[in-house]
């Protein structure tokens, strides 16, 4: 199995709005980063991608977790977590889970997504 050069790319519809750090050489990485973002009225869903880093070619693509809108509505409090990957190649097996806590702050205007990408394993 070897060890991966893991990092987390955060799109909010389709949107890459935040990177972490790649943590390397490992298949339990520990990000512990928290971001805070602007939403748009409109958004549906937070994508969170599981990448590995590779100098000599393309990223690949480990999983991605989806949350929807609804499944944030059905948290107030927030959604807090290990969430299994899903895979995006539908070809490739996806095994592994991410600790996440994701919440919306604010009122209907002004709605601020705060992020955070913990650990994966």
Request: hydrophobic letters at 35%.
């Amino acid at each position: 199995m070897g060890s991966s050069d893991p990092y987390c790319i955060v799109k909010i519809d389709d949107e890459a709005i935040i990177r972490t750090a790649t943590v390397w050489k490992t298949l339990s990485p520990f990000w512990g980063e928290e971001y805070e973002v602007q939403l748009q009225p409109s958004f549906h869903s937070v994508s969170i991608y599981v990448m590995d880093e590779d100098a000599l070619s393309r990223d690949d693509v480990i999983g991605k977790v989806c949350i929807t809108r609804d499944m944030l509505a059905e948290h107030p409090k927030g959604y807090s977590g290990w969430v299994s990957l899903s895979e995006v190649d539908p070809d490739e097996e996806v095994q592994g889970e991410i600790h996440l806590r994701v919440e919306v702050l604010g009122s209907q205007g002004s709605r601020r997504l705060r992020c955070s990408v913990l650990e994966a394993r």
